[in-house]
């Protein structure tokens, strides 16, 4: 590889880094930017998850503060999403990504408007639950946490197939089922997106056709820029942030849709 194509990679990473440990959206800048650098689409995709798991190192490690108390949640949400980015990884080595290409932008435009929506939301959810218990069927209680598991291992198969705004949909799912602050939901998203990245990345090492100096020149600048994400969350305003959030995954889904149909 030569300078040019890692120092593009190493820029590329550093904004993925930041952005993805923010809002998720790292794959809007590194994946691409493979592209760039004259990686086909299957091998800039492998190769693209391997090098952004250590967004997720960096960001864990800035983000000890929003984590306290969280290990009940991180032990759960990262064992349903790495079993679903195994299954993510099985699919893409064995299916055909023609199909499911032209799903992932409507996906992503889900999570967006769920992230926009998170409060009128939560507002029905907690008014179904009411009526719910009104009526004494007792289910209440146990249909949430499942529906939540269901739903983490689901993105978790999606991050280990494609990837792309995998944690938008992550922090818009959590955001809405979790009565957390958008800091601590983001961290949490990290980790179980993280988790996901890994058995993926894990699976890709043996399997697929990684270019690995362009995955190290991407993971080095996701280091860097990840242990800065977690801090701009801490002091941004969290509705405008939610909302710049939530704009640029409806700016993805547009251009992973026209890319689809070519």
């Known amino acids: 590889m030569d300078p040019a194509a890692a120092a593009l990679l190493v820029a590329a990473g550093f904004a993925a880094g930041l952005v993805g440990s923010v809002a998720g959206l790292a794959s809007l800048f590194s994946y691409p930017a493979l592209l760039a650098v004259g990686l086909p689409p299957i091998a800039a995709n492998v190769t693209n998850t391997v090098g952004l798991f250590s967004t997720t190192v960096g960001s864990a490690a800035a983000s000890r503060s929003e984590l306290r108390g969280q290990r009940g949640r991180i032990v759960r949400f990262g064992a349903l999403a790495a079993a679903g980015g195994a299954m993510g990884a099985w699919l893409l080595l064995n299916t055909d990504e023609g199909v499911f290409e032209l799903i992932v932008p409507w996906l992503i435009a889900l999570g967006s408007l769920l992230l926009i929506g998170r409060d009128t939301v939560r507002r029905l959810a907690a ?20 529906a939540l598991g269901v739903a983490v291992a689901l993105v978790g198969v999606y991050g280990g197939y494609f990837g792309a705004a995998a944690g938008v949909l992550m922090l818009a799912l959590l955001s809405v089922a979790l009565d957390e602050s958008l800091a601590v939901s983001n ?32 993971a080095c600048g996701c280091l860097l820029g990840s242990a800065m994400g977690p801090a701009l969350v801490r002091r941004l305003p969290e509705r405008p942030l939610r909302w710049a959030v939530s704009l640029a995954g409806f700016a993805l889904a547009a251009h992973l849709f026209v890319s689809a149909l070519r």
Not at 127 to 146: F, I, L, M, Q, Y
């Open 127 to 146: 008014r179904a639950a009411a009526r719910g218990g009104r009526r004494g069927t007792g289910r209440g209680g146990r249909s949430g946490p499942v």
């Open 187 to 218: 961290a949490l998203k990290n980790l179980t997106t993280g988790a996901a990245n890994l058995v993926a990345a894990v699976s890709y090492a043996f399997l697929a056709p990684v270019n690995w100096w362009a995955a190290a020149a991407l």
